[in-house]
């Protein structure tokens, strides 16, 4: 199994920064799939953008040109880089991996959460 811890989440006005990261508890690159979700009140969780162990990424719309989801692979930790916040990108924010496991199937994992607060 597959440990993932979240930090960085925080309260930030419009138009401002933030970086989440997600510490894994085994190598990033033991690891096919890390994405970042997010989840409002009163609404779904969502994807917020992906990325691969073989380099390739992918985003939502509506973060596209903000956000820029990166892997360093010598500390096992996943990033968030989101820039020009706006009050609808409150949420909590979860990180998720997917991974293969011998004899078992693919599994999938999830850290507990950070809060994101855009807020003036």
């Known amino acids: 199994q597959v440990e993932l811890v979240e930090s960085g989440g925080g309260l930030v006005q419009p138009g401002g920064s933030l970086r989440l990261s997600c510490a894994a508890s085994t190598k990033l690159l033991d690891i096919a799939l890390m994405s970042w979700y997010r989840q409002a009140p009163g609404k779904e969780r969502e994807l917020v953008a992906k990325?691969?162990?073989?380099?390739?990424?992918d985003y939502a719309d509506f973060v596209k040109g903000r956000f820029t989801i990166t892997r360093d692979n010598a500390v096992n930790t996943l990033y968030l880089q989101m820039n020009n916040l706006k009050p609808d990108d409150t949420a909590i924010y979860y990180c998720k991996a997917v991974f293969w496991i011998t004899l078992r199937g693919w599994r999938n994992s999830w850290g507990q959460g950070t809060q994101v607060t855009v807020s003036s």
């Open positions: 990325s691969t162990n073989e380099g390739t990424e």
